[in-house]
């Protein structure tokens, strides 16, 4: 859990309102409510065995940030960028299977910042697609995003994290979790589901991440 979720939960546990205490954490108030609803939704079907530490090491390989470091385009140079655009892509050979995620971090004017493949051990394409997402945004983080508009063509991924869809899947919640501690850290973000043509960039580096192995 991350440091607004942490000051959130507390506040909240101290008697403030929901909106008080959103604020008191810095977090955006509908932010703050969907992370509450899913912890309070999945509280009570997978009960004290309930984790918000970093990812577990992926099954046949190195954990996930050592994992993310594996295959990944090296930034040369310190760039800064408040407003970037994400397409990510997630790629599972088998599903589950050995997996992959891919992403291009580009500028609003289509200047490409940086691209990544990173191999993920085994996981399912969900998975895969929800780490693809947040290494994207972390990344992004990096170069000095402040809003984020993220492109992707996984559905239940997109309005999963848009409060479209509810989390039902446990290891989904894991990730989903993940992901919302980083877009903690955002002034903005904004998810655009796309047709897989034109995310043709990101497929391909997630099955590189795929296939290429850890290492």
Known sequence: MGKKEETFVRSLVDGLPLGEAARAAGLPEERARRFLESVAEFAGAVGADMRFG????????????AARHSGAARRSGASTHTELVLHTDGASLG????????????????EV???FHVHLGHATNNVAEYEAVRIGIARALEHGARRIVVRLDSELVAYQLTGRY????????????????????????????IPRKENARADALARMGAQQGPG
């Open 166 to 193: 509810k989390v039902r899947n446990r290891k989904l919640l894991d990730a989903y979790l993940r992901v919302e501690q980083l877009l903690s850290q955002l002034d903005e973000v904004a998810f655009e589901t």
């Open 113 to 115: 910042v940086e691209e």
């Open 95 to 110: 599903n589950p299977g050995p997996s992959g995620a891919g992403g291009v971090i580009a500028t609003p004017a289509g």
């Open 54 to 65: 970093p990812p577990p090491a992926a099954e046949g390989g190195s954990s996930s940030e």
